[in-house]
């Protein structure tokens, strides 16, 4: 589902990721392990079509990411390290948002909110505000909000920063829950222990 040949990013003359040859399967759990400064988040930036490679290729799903990035766009969800919610928003309609902008139809976009929401433990939030949240819920949120379009591939970055122990088992299941799906996901931490069960 993912291949990478020899993908480099120079930032300057400093190397954040130096010629990585990988190979993802489809429905498989990828994780991405290292310290701050590793290239987890570029290697991820890069493969979501949102930083151009300084050299070497990849493919998701058999398209380019440089050749057909509207084409690698449609089958990935991405969540970045550090990102922006809607405050005023409930959770309900932040993802309701979204479901219209990724062109959900009304009921399926219903359904897989509800789903999400039980799943990883935002049920009871689902009228609240999004500025009310903490930020292990906030977390949460971004990784609903990047399964919501039912993506082939999804990239989450640092998902489970900020997470407290009965947070991380419900991500834990829902990503286990994604893969049954057939989903391929690629998560990074530079914390090993945090990624030990995945």
Sequence with gaps: MIVCENLTRYYGSFVAVDNLTLE???GAVCALVGPNGAGKSTTMKMLSTLLAPSSGHARIGGRDIVKDPHGVRRLIGYLPDTFQLYEDMTVFRYLRFFAHAYELDEST???RIADFLERLGLGEKRDSRVATLSRGMRQRLGVA???????EVVFLDEPASGLDPTARAEL????RYQQW???TVVVSSHVLKELADF
């Design 24 to 26: 993802i399967k489809r």
């Design 109 to 111: 976009a219903i359904a």
């Design 145 to 151: 909000k990047s399964f919501l379009h039912d993506p």
């Design 172 to 175: 834990l299941d829902f990503l």
């Design 181 to 183: 799906m057939g989903k």
